[in-house]
């Protein structure tokens, strides 16, 4: 038998950059992740204020900003912490698992929820009339439920298959956070399986999940265009690009890293900083600049801190 020594601590290379770059990439992640996080902060809070708002909708969009919020959280500090400081880089072999689980964990919840928010949207505007019973609050907190285990179900899958191979050296993973692709180019035994397994896992998660978004959207576009008033046509169409906007900026990323042949370093690292900076910060701008709801909810905490303040 030979001697083997496994790696204990990985060391995140980070985004290829030019060093003079640090302090400026530093300053605006900095930036979009505090916008990121305040920003879902005052949805969740607006939700919970507003009566009005306490809806199928809105009870999914709240596990939605809860979800973006800390997926943001589970890659932006760390990628801060590589660009302030070169020992900033390193991360153990645990933490690099534990950040690999909640960011699949996190992402595929997500994409179910995606799921189940086009389902809810053609519920709603297909079968209004049933609307009303066919969701009530049950009904809502089992669907949403069951997006989190299914995630939480997936990703142990994609982690275990990940972490079960033995790593003994080099250490350095081309990327500014654990993920699955880089991670197992560096192990020290033959990959083919688990690259077939994560592919096909991830390809049937997303896959499935958008196929049955696109079906969910051909019914309700068929649906509005019988809707005989143009406002009514309007209001509708205004309430699902909103959400098409937000799911294609989540699975047009996802399939260019996961699902394609062969992969680059270079190029995922910045399609991933897309899905994992940006994608977050776009549900609170596009739900709140593109809502009338929301934004009269806001007005109306904002004049309730007023009044509040003036007493």
């Known amino acids: 038998m030979t001697n083997r020594s496994?790696?204990?601590?990985?060391?995140?290379?980070?985004?290829?950059?030019?060093?003079?770059?640090?302090i400026p990439l530093f300053t605006i992640f900095l930036v979009i992740y505090v916008l990121t996080v305040m920003g879902n902060l005052l949805i969740l809070l607006v939700i919970m204020v507003d009566s009005h708002l306490h809806t199928p909708m809105y009870y999914f969009l709240t596990n939605?900003?809860?979800?973006?919020?800390?997926?943001?959280?589970?890659?932006?500090?760390?990628?801060?912490?590589?660009?302030?400081s070169p020992g900033g880089r390193m991360i153990s072999f645990h933490s690099c698992m534990a950040q690999l689980y909640c960011f699949h964990f996190l992402g595929s919840t997500e994409c179910f929820l995606y799921t189940v928010m086009s389902?809810?949207?053609?519920?709603?505007?297909?079968h209004p009339l049933r609307y009303t019973s066919m969701m009530r609050?049950?009904?809502?907190?089992?669907?949403?439920?069951?997006?989190?285990?299914?995630?939480?179900?997936?990703?142990a899958v994609q982690t275990t298959?990940?972490?079960?191979?033995?790593?003994?050296g080099p250490s350095q993973i081309q990327h500014y956070f654990c993920d699955a692709?880089?991670?197992?180019?560096?192990?020290c035994a033959d990959t083919?399986?688990?690259?077939?397994?994560?592919?096909?896992?991830?390809?049937?998660?997303?896959?499935?999940?958008?196929?049955?978004?696109?079906?969910?959207?051909?019914?309700?576009?068929?649906?509005?265009l019988k809707i005989r008033t143009s406002e009514g046509r309007h209001r509708a169409f205004q309430t699902c690009t909103s959400h098409c906007i937000v799911v294609l900026c989540f699975f047009v990323p996802c399939v260019f890293i996961y699902l394609r042949p062969g992969s680059?370093?270079?190029?995922?690292?910045?399609?991933?900083?897309?899905?994992?900076?940006?994608?977050?910060?776009l549900n609170p701008v596009v739900y709140t600049l593109r809502n009338k709801e929301v934004k009269k909810a806001l007005l109306k905490l904002k004049d309730k801190i007023t009044q509040s303040q003036s007493k």
């Open 64 to 84: 939605l900003s809860f979800i973006d919020m800390w997926f943001s959280t589970v890659t932006v500090p760390k990628m801060l912490m590589t660009l302030g």
């Open 192 to 224: 083919s399986v688990n690259e077939m397994v994560i592919f096909v896992n991830i390809g049937v998660v997303a896959s499935g999940c958008f196929l049955l978004i696109v079906l969910s959207y051909v019914s309700i576009v068929c649906s509005i």
């Open 6 to 22: 496994f790696v204990t601590t990985f060391i995140l290379m980070g985004l290829p950059h030019a060093p003079a770059l640090d």
């Open 264 to 281: 680059r370093d270079a190029v995922d690292g910045v399609v991933a900083v897309f899905y994992t900076v940006l994608t977050p910060l």
């Open 137 to 155: 609050g049950r009904t809502c907190a089992l669907l949403a439920t069951s997006t989190w285990l299914s995630g939480s179900l997936h990703s």
């Open 181 to 187: 692709p880089p991670i197992l180019k560096l192990a």
């Open 119 to 126: 389902y809810d949207r053609y519920l709603a505007i297909s």
């Open 161 to 168: 298959l990940t972490f079960r191979l033995p790593y003994c």
